[in-house]
């Protein structure tokens, strides 16, 4: 079989008609690994956070550098994230079959606390988004891969056996004859097949309405507005829940062009809370340690895995 190399897992991320299953998924990280353990690129460790890595391709490829990784979730063994690919797959299985009462299970807990669902999650999608970093142009590739982010978190949703698809609703306004307001949903998730009749304007009361986004940089307010007028306009609450894969960027730090700034606004985050209103749970892969410290934020922001394993039931009832 031939071997990948970095040129054709670009043709990849590319191919629209591809990842429309989890094993796809595992196919281009995977590959994408094996390619790093072969070509041996750069290694950079941050100076400002340690846990955090770049690496730098050849000059092949103009020695483009990629995002940052976090260390700490990100698998850079083909063989230990195939591995816990693995154990991924068979987890969601056993969501699928036990749903909320999946966490409680004997023999899970140790699985739960390596919090290796998370890991997974980011070292996919983060392999792509490095792949995207390799091109000539990285706006080549940059709204393919907040695409895919959105459709793995659908794939995985559909695989613990809940009913989710991107929707496109277009509200009237009020008072407004002939005029309505489009709106392009990442997600609307349930549990049970909800049939959406003239009566329930489009949003079942029983589904959630999910975005899904790589960084809320630029895209925090949009996701707090859009729960705010989608109730308003429906006249009836809508629960909203964010999924963010991380909050990080390089960030040029003295002499070094290796630092890391985190792009979470605090103070925009609280504010948009107290002003228009909550949202229904925000959930990142890799949460900023300002996300775990700070009791406000603590009380509306977690991980990922949380979502997948507790928050997505209760929402879902």
Same mark, same amino acid.
């Given at each position: 079989?031939?071997?990948?190399? !970095?040129?054709?897992?670009?043709?990849? #991320?590319?191919?629209?008609?591809?990842?429309?299953?989890?094993?796809?998924?595992?196919?281009?990280?995977?590959?994408?690994?094996?390619?790093?353990?072969?070509?041996?690129?750069?290694?950079?460790?941050?100076?400002?956070?340690?846990?955090?890595?770049?690496?730098?391709?050849?000059?092949?490829?103009?020695?483009?550098?990629?995002?940052?990784?976090?260390?700490?979730?990100? =698998?850079?063994?083909?063989?230990?994230?195939?591995?816990?690919?693995?154990?991924?797959?068979?987890? !969601?299985?056993?969501?699928?079959?036990?749903?909320?009462?999946? +966490?409680?299970?004997?023999?899970?807990?140790?699985?739960? +606390?390596?919090?290796?669902?998370?890991?997974?999650?980011?070292?996919?999608?983060?392999?792509?988004?490095?792949? &995207?970093?390799?091109?000539?142009?990285?706006?080549?590739?940059?709204?393919?891969?907040?695409?895919? =982010?959105?459709?793995?978190?659908?794939?995985?949703? !559909?695989?613990? &056996?809940?009913?989710?698809?991107?929707?496109?609703?277009?509200?009237?306004?009020?008072?407004?004859?002939?005029?309505?307001?489009?709106?392009?949903?990442?997600?609307?998730?349930?549990?049970?097949?909800?049939? #959406?009749?003239?009566?329930?304007?489009?949003?079942?009361?029983?589904?959630?309405? &999910?975005?899904?986004?790589?960084?809320?940089?630029?895209?925090?307010?949009?996701? =707090?507005?859009?729960?705010?007028?989608?109730?308003?306009?429906?006249?009836?609450?809508?629960?909203?829940?964010?999924?963010?894969?991380?909050?990080?960027?390089?960030?040029?730090?003295?002499?070094?062009?290796?630092?890391?700034?985190?792009? =979470?606004?605090?103070?925009?985050?609280?504010?948009?809370?107290?002003?228009?209103?909550?949202?229904?749970?925000?959930?990142?892969?890799?949460?900023?340690?300002?996300?775990?410290?700070?009791?406000? !934020?603590?009380?509306?922001?977690?991980?990922?895995?949380?979502?997948?394993i507790q928050d997505l039931w209760k929402l879902s009832v």
């Amino acid at each position: 079989m031939k071997k990948m190399t !970095l040129p054709d897992l670009q043709t990849s #991320v590319q191919d629209n008609s591809a990842f429309e299953e989890l094993k796809d998924y595992f196919a281009i990280c995977n590959a994408f690994l094996q390619v790093m353990q072969k070509d041996k690129p750069t290694r950079i460790v941050s100076p400002s956070q340690s846990n955090y890595i770049f690496y730098q391709y050849a000059p092949s490829y103009g020695h483009k550098i990629t995002r940052p990784l976090n260390s700490n979730l990100f =698998f850079e063994d083909a063989a230990g994230f195939k591995d816990a690919f693995e154990r991924f797959v068979v987890f !969601l299985r056993y969501i699928k079959k036990h749903q909320d009462a999946a +966490a409680r299970q004997k023999g899970k807990q140790s699985y739960i +606390a390596s919090k290796e669902i998370n890991k997974v999650v980011y070292t996919v999608q983060q392999s792509i988004g490095c792949i &995207g970093d390799s091109f000539e142009n990285a706006n080549q590739s940059r709204k393919r891969i907040g695409q895919l =982010f959105e459709n793995f978190i659908k794939l995985i949703i !559909l695989e613990v &056996g809940l009913d989710c698809e991107p929707r496109t609703i277009n509200i009237p306004i009020p008072d407004y004859p002939g005029y309505e307001m489009s709106y392009e949903l990442d997600l609307v998730f349930s549990r049970n097949k909800a049939i #959406v009749a003239s009566e329930t304007k489009f949003i079942h009361p029983s589904e959630i309405v &999910g975005s899904v986004k790589t960084t809320s940089k630029d895209r925090i307010d949009k996701v =707090f507005l859009d729960k705010y007028l989608i109730s308003k306009l429906l006249g009836r609450n809508i629960p909203v829940v964010a999924i963010f894969l991380h909050d990080v960027q390089r960030a040029k730090r003295g002499e070094s062009i290796f630092g890391i700034n985190s792009t =979470f606004k605090t103070n925009h985050f609280l504010g948009y809370t107290v002003a228009l209103n909550k949202l229904d749970g925000v959930y990142y892969v890799d949460p900023r340690p300002e996300m775990l410290v700070n009791e406000r !934020l603590r009380e509306q922001i977690h991980d990922f895995q949380q979502f997948l394993i507790q928050d997505l039931w209760k929402l879902s009832v």
